[in-house]
């Protein structure tokens, strides 16, 4: 909401208080001021001037010379390029010396030889947005109306001089929407009365009923419709005030009927519309649900088809409005129009936001509707309109309005103690002071005892339980003079579980190996959720999906990281790795609530290494994920926990996958995607893992242990084993393990051999072990024992046989 500070005057006392205060107070009681705009901040030398010749440039097609009457008798010449400029127009005129908006300084100049005291103005070169500008005035200079002074500050003629508060308005706080809402709030705050229009039309001796009938079938959306007739109306350009207080309000002026029907819309917080009496076509209204497929012309000029779910005004038979939203174009106040037929209703705000909604249509009417206007200002606004029409547009007010009145609305009484009051607030105020408070607001009150009953005036929709008087009570009262007070009792130091401490590794973990966190939503698709899921379950549905791409909760994590991959590799980032910790969703039954298990994935593609400078790349591959899940177990002491067995599962390569295995028990998966979903994304060589992280974070530790530095040598041996093409490097290198005893430290594979050489159907494998005793030098008896030890549990456990 813009709130004019100039307007706002007129309605209330604001003497000594200046904007930027009045904004700080209003911030203070409850209503957040978002800025406050001085409309002439930094211009200045633009008066009011008088064109008295205007004429052709001797040498530009494009351009005028015109002499201009600045007022006491100062005439300069005026080179001017607008195609609107004339003879006897009262300007704009920014003078030699002056200053508009991007500190743009006006000095003399000679345009094709001819020389130029200054600039003729438009709208937008002063600071005026050019959407909100008269279309008459949208190309060109604005003409001020022929009484206007010549000479006076031509801001000032435009109310420039003013300042506008932004209002961030909360939803409960419609009532704010509205330039008397919003002087009743600052009267609150200032303690000082307000002065509230008083419309008093005069009216002639016939009556609107005889020329309009009223019938709404649709009474629970549209309890109240009042309709008034003005006939004779003259209409034009709105006076410059009118159009001003518009503009600075973000409203286009139109013509006066229009923009007085958006001045009441400001004003009074209540929607007008104007229709042409004589396009009606009949002399009735009818308000109903619109018929299934019927077809209205809005006055955008697009033709938009209905529901039984949306509101429309008819003239019996076919619709000329979407009621609290758009009138339509078959019945739109033109400048051939005499007779006006004015609208003022009350509808319900749910029907209302279903047709805006449906049609894109937010509009300055429908969004308060929507959040509820008051009903008690329906007939005061169409008499406050009634009463305009007559001074601006000449118009003759047929006495009396024809109606359909359903409404039932009384104002809501809420009662609360003094007590209550004191001990949410924390305060000792005495029961005078808080009818101070309903009074400042404009609320009865009674008092009985310890108990206030408030009588909440239908402006006030906001209030309606006891928690609603208090808050009112402790906002006015100041929330800065609220007493502060320290908690009483024991506190204790909140600290992070251990569950959090090592999630809290494992991020850092997956940074510090050069992994970016990803969040992505929970929600996803039915194609997606149960790919690469680690526990196989039906996916739980939502009851209302906002689209079929996020109907379902997640199973797995990777597919959402692989559209990360997609999305970065589209934008030419070629290298990508990525990380996420987070919630998949099982489903235990119809009943309960699916349960959540945070797992931790993983996605990289592209090269791991790049050094052009030494000719070096090193690309992603199985191992490079391994090392990063293996370095992981490791920072969790857990690497003695952890093993990989080959498997084959759906979305990944069949020769390049496994499951991780933590003590035995399967807890995730390691691989390269399948080529074929590869390149249904677009992606180049991807390897993913995920795992579950509850069980990895949950998994008993061994405590930290340190071994020192040996003081004795080691002894490696290097052994060829010639085994079945089947076999498994990890399985041998577990058996190696297991018979080395005490004196074997360490086990790497380091070749393979698969060449002409060998036998079909075989392999050579080798490997490196590294043998040493803490407390002696070993003697290559005591090598010789251990490594023979190991030889015979290969041949007898995996056929391996030493390569010749």
């Given at each position: 909401?813009?709130?004019?500070?100039?307007?706002?005057?007129?309605?209330?006392?604001?003497?000594?208080?200046?904007?930027e205060?009045?904004?700080?107070?209003?911030?203070?009681?409850?209503?957040?001021?978002?800025?406050?705009?001085?409309l002439?901040?930094?211009?200045?030398?633009?008066?009011v001037?008088?064109?008295?010749?205007?004429?052709?440039?001797?040498?530009?097609?494009?351009?005028?010379k015109?002499?201009?009457?600045?007022?006491?008798?100062?005439?300069?010449?005026?080179i001017?390029?607008?195609?609107?400029?004339?003879?006897?127009?009262k300007?704009?005129?920014?003078?030699?010396?002056?200053?508009?908006?991007g500190?743009?300084k006006?000095?003399k100049?000679?345009?094709?030889?001819e020389?130029?005291?200054?600039?003729?103005?438009?709208?937008?070169?002063?600071?005026?947005?050019?959407?909100?500008?008269?279309?008459?005035?949208?190309?060109?200079?604005?003409?001020?109306?022929?009484?206007?002074?010549i000479?006076?500050?031509?801001l000032?003629?435009?109310?420039?001089?003013?300042?506008?508060?932004?209002?961030?308005?909360?939803?409960?706080?419609?009532?704010?929407?509205?330039?008397?809402?919003?002087?009743?709030?600052v009267?609150?705050?200032l303690?000082k009365?307000?002065?509230l229009p008083?419309?008093?039309?005069?009216?002639?001796?016939?009556?609107a009923?005889?020329?309009?009938?009223?019938?709404v079938?649709?009474?629970?959306?549209?309890?109240?419709?009042?309709?008034?007739?003005?006939k004779?109306?003259?209409?034009?350009?709105?006076?410059?005030?009118l159009q001003?207080?518009?503009?600075a309000?973000?409203?286009?002026?139109?013509?006066?009927?229009v923009?007085?029907?958006?001045?009441?819309?400001?004003?009074?917080?209540?929607?007008?519309?104007?229709?042409?009496?004589d396009k009606?076509?009949?002399k009735?209204?009818?308000?109903?649900?619109?018929?299934?497929?019927?077809?209205?012309?809005?006055?955008?000029?697009?033709k938009?088809?209905?529901?039984?779910?949306?509101?429309?005004?008819?003239n019996?038979?076919?619709?000329?409005?979407?009621?609290g939203?758009?009138?339509?174009?078959?019945?739109e106040?033109g400048?051939d129009?005499?007779?006006?037929?004015?609208?003022?209703?009350?509808?319900?705000?749910?029907?209302?936001r279903?047709?805006?909604?449906?049609?894109?249509?937010?509009?300055?009417a429908?969004?308060?509707?929507?959040?509820?206007v008051d009903?008690?200002?329906?007939?005061?606004?169409?008499?406050?309109?009634?009463?305009?029409?007559?001074?601006?547009a000449?118009?003759?007010?047929?006495?009396?309005?024809?109606?359909?009145?359903?409404?039932?609305?009384?104002?809501?009484?809420?009662?609360?103690?003094?007590?209550k009051i004191?001990?949410v607030?924390g305060?000792?105020?005495?029961?005078?002071?808080?009818?101070?408070?309903?009074?400042r607001?404009?609320f009865?009150?009674?008092?009985?005892?310890?108990?206030?009953?408030?009588?909440?005036p239908?402006?006030?929709?906001?209030?309606?339980?006891?928690?609603?008087?208090?808050e009112?009570?402790?906002?006015?009262?100041?929330y800065?003079?609220?007493?502060?007070?320290?908690?009483?009792?024991?506190?204790?130091?909140?600290?992070?579980?251990?569950?959090q401490?090592?999630?809290?590794?494992?991020?850092?973990?997956?940074?510090g190996?050069?992994l970016y966190?990803?969040?992505?939503?929970?929600l996803?698709?039915?194609?997606?959720?149960?790919?690469?899921?680690?526990?196989?379950?039906?996916p739980?549905?939502?009851?209302?999906?906002?689209?079929?791409?996020?109907?379902?909760?997640?199973?797995?994590?990777?597919?959402?990281?692989?559209?990360?991959?997609?999305?970065?590799i589209?934008?030419?980032?070629?290298?990508?790795?990525?990380?996420?910790?987070?919630?998949?969703?099982?489903?235990?039954?119809?009943?309960?609530?699916?349960?959540?298990?945070?797992?931790?994935?993983?996605a990289?593609?592209?090269l791991w290494?790049?050094?052009?400078?030494?000719g070096?790349?090193?690309?992603?591959?199985?191992f490079?994920?391994k090392?990063?899940?293996?370095?992981?177990?490791?920072?969790?002491?857990?690497?003695?926990?952890?093993?990989?067995?080959?498997?084959?599962?759906?979305?990944?390569?069949?020769?390049?996958?496994?499951?991780?295995?933590?003590?035995g028990?399967?807890?995730?998966?390691?691989?390269?995607v399948h080529?074929?979903?590869?390149?249904?994304?677009?992606?180049?060589?991807?390897?993913?893992?995920?795992?579950?992280l509850?069980?990895?974070?949950?998994?008993?530790?061994?405590?930290?242990?340190?071994?020192?530095?040996?003081?004795?040598?080691?002894?490696s041996?290097?052994?060829?084993?010639v085994?079945?093409?089947?076999?498994?490097?990890?399985?041998?290198e577990?058996?190696?393990?297991?018979?080395?005893?005490?004196l074997?430290?360490?086990v790497n594979?380091?070749?393979?051999?698969?060449?002409?050489?060998?036998?079909e159907?075989?392999?050579?494998?080798a490997?490196?072990?590294?043998?040493?005793d803490?407390?002696?030098?070993?003697?290559?008896?005591?090598?010789?024992?251990?490594?023979?030890?190991?030889?015979?549990?290969?041949?007898?456990?995996?056929?391996?046989?030493?390569?010749?």
């Amino acid at each position: 909401m813009l709130v004019s500070y100039k307007w706002l005057q007129e309605y209330i006392d604001l003497e000594g208080v200046s904007a930027e205060e009045l904004a700080e107070k209003i911030t203070k009681s409850g209503i957040e001021v978002e800025g406050v705009e001085k409309l002439n901040e930094g211009l200045k030398g633009v008066v009011v001037g008088h064109v008295l010749e205007c004429e052709k440039h001797p040498n530009a097609e494009k351009l005028n010379k015109t002499l201009v009457d600045l007022g006491n008798g100062e005439q300069v010449q005026i080179i001017c390029g607008a195609p609107n400029v004339g003879k006897g127009q009262k300007v704009a005129v920014a003078t030699v010396g002056a200053v508009l908006p991007g500190n743009f300084k006006i000095k003399k100049a000679k345009l094709r030889g001819e020389e130029s005291h200054g600039m003729i103005c438009s709208l937008q070169e002063l600071g005026i947005e050019g959407k909100l500008a008269p279309k008459e005035y949208a190309e060109g200079i604005y003409n001020f109306t022929p009484d206007t002074e010549i000479g006076q500050d031509a801001l000032e003629a435009l109310n420039r001089d003013d300042e506008i508060l932004e209002l961030g308005l909360t939803p409960n706080r419609a009532d704010a929407m509205s330039m008397l809402g919003v002087a009743y709030e600052v009267g609150a705050i200032l303690g000082k009365d307000i002065k509230l229009p008083n419309p008093q039309p005069e009216t002639s001796t016939e009556l609107a009923s005889d020329y309009i009938n009223v019938t709404v079938e649709a009474k629970e959306d549209n309890p109240l419709y009042v309709a008034k007739v003005i006939k004779n109306v003259k209409v034009g350009p709105s006076p410059v005030w009118l159009q001003t207080r518009l503009m600075a309000a973000g409203i286009r002026p139109h013509n006066n009927v229009v923009d007085i029907t958006n001045f009441i819309l400001l004003e009074y917080g209540q929607p007008l519309h104007a229709f042409d009496y004589d396009k009606l076509g009949s002399k009735e209204i009818l308000v109903r649900r619109a018929k299934d497929g019927e077809v209205i012309e809005t006055l955008d000029d697009v033709k938009r088809t209905l529901t039984p779910d949306h509101l429309v005004i008819t003239n019996g038979t076919e619709p000329v409005a979407l009621a609290g939203v758009m009138g339509g174009a078959n019945s739109e106040v033109g400048s051939d129009t005499t007779t006006v037929l004015l609208e003022s209703a009350y509808f319900t705000g749910g029907v209302i936001r279903k047709a805006s909604k449906d049609h894109g249509l937010r509009s300055e009417a429908s969004s308060r509707y929507e959040k509820g206007v008051d009903p008690a200002r329906v007939r005061p606004a169409a008499e406050r309109a009634a009463e305009l029409m007559i001074e601006l547009a000449g118009g003759e007010v047929l006495g009396g309005e024809a109606e359909a009145d359903a409404l039932d609305v009384k104002p809501a009484v809420v009662s609360t103690t003094l007590g209550k009051i004191n001990k949410v607030l924390g305060t000792d105020l005495e029961m005078n002071q808080v009818e101070d408070i309903f009074a400042r607001l404009k609320f009865e009150t009674a008092v009985d005892n310890d108990t206030i009953t408030v009588t909440v005036p239908t402006r006030r929709g906001d209030i309606t339980i006891e928690e609603d008087l208090i808050e009112e009570v402790g906002r006015l009262y100041g929330y800065d003079n609220l007493p502060t007070t320290l908690p009483v009792g024991e506190s204790t130091p909140g600290h992070l579980s251990d569950y959090q401490k090592k999630r809290r590794v494992v991020r850092r973990y997956m940074e510090g190996a050069g992994l970016y966190q990803a969040v992505t939503y929970s929600l996803t698709s039915a194609e997606k959720a149960t790919q690469y899921a680690l526990d196989k379950r039906e996916p739980v549905q939502l009851a209302m999906p906002m689209s079929e791409d996020r109907s379902l909760l997640r199973l797995s994590i990777v597919p959402q990281l692989l559209e990360v991959l997609k999305y970065n590799i589209a934008r030419q980032t070629e290298s990508f790795a990525a990380y996420e910790t987070g919630a998949v969703f099982l489903k235990n039954s119809n009943e309960d609530l699916p349960e959540e298990r945070e797992h931790l994935a993983a996605a990289i593609t592209g090269l791991w290494e790049s050094h052009p400078w030494q000719g070096e790349k090193k690309p992603v591959d199985f191992f490079v994920l391994k090392g990063i899940v293996e370095g992981l177990f490791a920072k969790l002491g857990l690497e003695s926990q952890l093993d990989f067995a080959k498997a084959e599962l759906d979305g990944l390569h069949p020769g390049r996958t496994a499951e991780i295995l933590l003590n035995g028990n399967v807890i995730g998966f390691i691989g390269q995607v399948h080529p074929t979903q590869q390149k249904s994304l677009d992606l180049k060589e991807t390897y993913v893992f995920e795992l579950s992280l509850k069980a990895l974070l949950e998994a008993e530790t061994a405590p930290l242990q340190y071994t020192a530095i040996p003081r004795f040598p080691s002894i490696s041996r290097d052994i060829a084993l010639v085994v079945e093409k089947a076999t498994a490097a990890g399985d041998l290198e577990t058996i190696i393990t297991e018979a080395g005893g005490s004196l074997l430290k360490e086990v790497n594979v380091f070749d393979l051999y698969e060449g002409e050489k060998m036998e079909e159907g075989k392999k050579s494998l080798a490997f490196s072990l590294k043998y040493f005793d803490p407390e002696k030098t070993l003697t290559d008896e005591d090598i010789a024992k251990a490594h023979n030890k190991v030889l015979a549990a290969l041949e007898e456990k995996a056929g391996a046989v030493l390569r010749g």
